[in-house]
């Protein structure tokens, strides 16, 4: 088995701050991906990566950056905060090829 | 592209009663199918994975039937408990090389009460 941590678990941040989330994942899988979930509107994804230094666009990449530093990390960055962004993050990760994903925990974003 | 209605939006049913989610997805590639479940202030489980070629997967309570024809999912508990509670996904993925991406359905909010 393995584990998804994220860090932080709740981030409060300013309007217009540069915010970055962190993951961290020990199955040793390719592909990490970061999702965003709003009430009542379920997941999109913000970006993928299939490989270390890979960067893919999701559905909603606009506002964000995204980095994998290494294999077992994927950190998102929200280059400037707002407070319709309020949200939980997740992020997953799965083996190439293989869409079943597993997550951690998010990270609760409140923009003040 | 691949859209995913998932209904009801929330569901409550009395403990020991069965509880039934629906999925309906648009894509005829679709070809792998997940459902997951979320407890509060955590992130998805995945509960079950189905590929195309099953119409139906029984484990631990769970039961998942993939109508094809109908592009149909769901998902029935069989006798719920309060355990239970809590909200359930649906997502689903095309074959071939886009199968990184999940599409998920909005989730239905489960309660068994006592």
């Known amino acids: 088995g393995g584990i998804i941590t994220q860090t932080p678990k709740f981030l409060i941040g300013q309007e217009g701050q540069k915010l970055t989330l962190k993951c961290q994942q020990n199955f040793n899988h390719d592909t990490m991906y970061w999702y965003r979930q709003d009430s009542g509107k379920g997941l999109r994804l913000i970006y993928y990566s299939i490989t270390e230094n890979d960067l893919q666009k999701g559905d909603l990449s606009e506002g964000y950056d995204a980095s994998r530093e290494k294999k077992s990390s994927f950190s998102l960055t929200v280059t400037s905060a707002q407070k319709n962004e309020m949200a939980v993050f997740l992020c997953?990760?799965?083996?190439?090829?293989?869409?079943?994903?597993?997550f951690g925990p998010g990270t609760r974003l409140t923009v003040l | 592209g691949e859209q995913v209605e998932q209904r009801p939006p929330h569901l409550s049913v009395p403990e020991g009663d069965s509880a039934v989610i629906i999925c309906t997805y648009t894509d005829s590639a679709t070809a792998y199918f997940y459902w997951y479940k979320q407890e509060p202030g955590a992130g998805l489980q995945l509960l079950m994975s189905v590929f195309s070629n099953v119409d139906r997967k029984e484990e631990q309570g769970l039961t998942v039937l993939l109508n094809k024809k109908d592009k149909q999912l769901s998902l029935n508990l069989t006798a719920a408990h309060p355990g239970d509670s809590a909200v359930y996904f649906c997502a689903v993925s095309a074959s071939g090389g886009s199968n990184y991406k999940l599409t998920f359905g909005k989730g239905t909010l489960l309660t068994v009460t006592p």
């Open positions: 997953a990760s799965s083996t190439t090829g293989n869409a079943e994903q597993f």
